[in-house]
């Protein structure tokens, strides 16, 4: 039998509900798109090279929402984007890529290892250009350059143009000579395919083949709300 008191707990919870679930579709969305990133960062564990894992979970975001009126409700989740780091966007979108490419040399041989301190194109680190030198052309500048680092046991060099030397041509970068070797360490300025990896699609997709978990996520916010009146 219900007693006075939990009829009018009753009436007030009818009344205040529509105010109230605002709350319980805001935490709905947000553990939503929570389990999406969550999805995401598995996705690009498992399908890119990482070299840096704390820079993955540094760069997933959710972008929660408040109680506001449920149709102008809305949780984001998505990678965030910096000045020199697209987001993973040409992997999501099969896109080309601008950034310059680096080569196994520049992270000393191994593919999974971070570019090394050196190799970087930083204002800390000063590299040597054939313009330095004196030489009526390119061919000239760069050999001038060249005699200069042997006699400094090496070092690393860039080239603004494409130049064409006795053993090939040399496109336009960041290299390195040493023990009278000169190896690539970065390739300027051409856009190349990236592979397509679709780690956001993939995500949502996985969120959403999982009813029973979003069901349950939904069940535990109308609890709360409804525990929140027995306490009143």
Do not use: C
Request: proline fraction near 3%.
């Amino acid at each position: 039998m219900m007693d006075k008191s939990d009829l009018t707990k009753l009436m007030k919870f009818y009344r205040e509900s529509p105010r109230e679930f605002r709350y319980a579709t805001a935490g709905y969305l947000n553990l939503v798109a929570k389990e999406s990133r969550d999805y995401s960062e598995k996705e690009i564990f498992a399908n890119m090279i990482v070299r840096n894992p704390k820079f993955v979970k540094n760069s997933l975001g959710v972008q929660t929402t408040g109680p506001r009126p449920i149709e102008q409700q809305a949780s984001y989740m998505g990678s965030i984007k910096r000045p020199r780091f697209s987001g993973w966007k040409e992997q999501q979108e099969n896109k080309r890529s601008d950034k310059n490419i680096t080569t196994t040399d520049a992270r000393g041989g191994s593919k999974g290892a971070t570019v090394k301190t050196k190799n970087r194109l930083k204002r800390a680190n000063k590299f040597y250009k054939p313009s330095q030198f004196a030489g009526k052309t390119l061919q000239r500048r760069f050999h001038y350059m060249l005699r200069v680092l042997v006699s400094r046991g090496g070092g690393e060099f860039i080239l603004t143009e494409d130049m064409t030397t006795k053993h090939g041509r040399l496109h336009k970068g960041l290299f390195s000579f040493r023990n009278k070797q000169i190896r690539q360490l970065q390739l300027f300025g051409k856009p190349h395919k990236i592979k397509n990896i679709r780690w956001m699609s993939n995500a949502i997709k996985r969120t959403q083949n999982n009813p029973q978990k979003l069901y349950r996520l939904w069940d535990s916010e109308l609890v709360r709300i409804v525990n929140k009146f027995k306490n009143k």
